[in-house]
């Protein structure tokens, strides 16, 4: 059994000036966890699946990723689930709405995988620069100096993206072109 989950990814120069920024929290804030990941909104939060099983996974969200439409999302300032994250705002649209609602109740359908927490909140996509090991008291001063930073990023998401834990970090399993996009 290994942890996976299924997010978005951004194109690799906004990858990278996201990874500066979590690359920042790390060198000010004492907060390295956020770099465990590459930038990512989650659309599936992290679950077990077995390797015996893995092109059941991966069928499975290939026939999902294939009816999927291009979708826009952008990404303005920064916010917070205080006292512990601080992330990079993903502006909320009724389509990266319906796309996660669909892909979670997709894997639910044909895979068995249940999200429990998710069924109890709404959807709050995000990208996060900086959790878990962050401080309170870090948090205070992080977020003093980025709540009201500007940041402001468009790209359009073609493809859904598989991620595996090996033990230490988050690598890139597979990807899942959407609807006329060819998969990598």
Do not use: C
């Amino acid at each position: 059994m290994s942890l996976f989950f299924i997010a978005l990814l951004p194109p690799p120069d906004i990858q990278d000036d996201v990874n500066q920024i979590k690359q920042y929290f790390a060198d000010n804030y004492a907060s390295r966890h956020a770099q465990k990941s590459p930038p990512h909104i989650t659309l599936q939060p992290p679950f077990e699946w077995a390797h015996r099983d893995m092109s059941q996974l991966e069928s499975s969200i290939l026939e999902f990723a294939n009816q999927q439409q291009l979708l826009p999302i952008t990404l303005s300032g920064f916010a917070a689930f205080a006292p512990r994250v601080i992330y990079i705002d993903v502006v909320r649209s009724q389509e990266l709405l319906t796309l996660q609602r669909d892909l979670t109740a997709h894997v639910e359908a044909s895979l068995g995988i249940v999200d429990k927490v998710g069924k109890t909140r709404p959807f709050a996509p995000h990208m996060t620069v900086a959790f878990r090991d962050l401080t309170r008291q870090n948090f205070q001063a992080a977020w003093a100096e980025f709540e009201n930073r500007q940041l402001y990023f468009e790209f359009t998401a073609d493809k859904l993206t598989l991620l595996i834990h090996d033990g230490r970090r988050w690598n890139i399993k597979s990807e899942f072109g959407f609807l006329g996009v060819n998969s990598q």
